[in-house]
Nanobody
Framework: QVQLVESGGGLVQAGGSLRLSCAASGRTFSSYAMGWFRQAPGKEREFVAAITWTIGNKYYADSVKGRFTISRDNAKNMVYLKMNSLKPEDTAVYYC?????????????????WGQGTQVTVSS
């Protein structure tokens, strides 16, 4: 198992920016890729972005393309999500997740380790 801890959430005005961080520990060598998901009140958890540990291939949901950037620091076992041009509809709890294999990065059931989540609130 991989232990994940998110940080960096908060309250920001529409149009503002935030950077989320995810610290990974434990069996990190067993993880092929990392992802960010979010869940708004009354809605299902949805895919935001994913990145592979070694090559660094990146994948984004259409709703965040051009606004959000996922990155990783292999030496520090850290994954980041830089969020620009935030909108009120981006308000959600954001979760970091790890998965042991490739493919279908948008599927939450393919991830086997999850963080506790960090709240992002975007005011209009």
């Amino acid at each position: 198992q991989v232990q994940l801890v998110e940080s960096g959430g908060g309250l920001v005005q529409a149009g503002g920016s935030l950077r989320l961080s995810c610290a990974a520990s434990g069996r990190t060598f067993s993880s092929y890729a990392m992802g960010w998901f979010r869940q708004a009140p009354g809605k299902e958890r949805e895919f935001v972005a994913a990145i592979t540990w070694t090559i660094g291939n990146k994948y984004y949901a259409d709703s965040v393309k051009g606004r959000f950037t996922i990155s990783r620091d292999n030496a520090k076992n850290m994954v980041y999500l830089k969020m620009n041009s935030l909108k009120p509809e981006d308000t959600a709890v954001y979760y970091c997740a790890a998965r042991p294999y490739s493919g279908d990065y948008y599927r939450s059931d393919f991830y086997d380790s999850w963080g506790q989540g960090t709240q992002v609130t975007v005011s209009s």
